[in-house]
């Protein structure tokens, strides 16, 4: 969820519900920052759920530790570049995906730079 955060606050939140996550992410930047921001917090669930720690809803979720903070960089960098390299393998095919403008184009900005 788009939401205009403050400046001097986090670029995004995770709010994990029973069975439901949402993250809330800066408004006011680029959609490349954008899925960066959205591809850290998804981290942060892939972090928790792969090591079984994954805290209660009710814990904030906006301070991690920095071995948590690396780890969701470590997953978002991983997933971005892996959607990346598909992208342009799919590209250099020639192919046309009809999953891909649901997927890649909500992970991969295609503006000609990959
Ligand atoms: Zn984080």
Avoid at 21 to 46: C, M, N, S
Avoid at 78 to 101: C, K
Wanted: charged fraction near 25%; charge should be negative.
């Amino acid at each position: 969820m788009e939401w205009d955060l403050s400046a001097d606050g986090p670029f995004g939140v995770l709010i994990s519900r029973d069975h439901e996550d949402v993250i809330v992410y800066q408004a006011k930047t680029t959609k490349a920052h954008q899925a960066h921001i959205i591809l850290h917090e998804v981290g942060h669930i892939i972090a928790f759920d792969l090591a079984g720690e994954r805290p209660p809803a009710t814990v904030d979720r906006t301070c991690y530790s920095d071995r948590d903070e690396r780890d969701a960089e470590i997953i978002a960098s991983t997933i971005m570049s892996q959607a990346i390299s598909m992208s342009r393998r799919v590209r250099s095919h020639g192919l046309d995906e009809p999953w891909r403008p649901s997927v890649f184009n909500s992970l991969v900005l295609t503006d000609g730079a990959v």
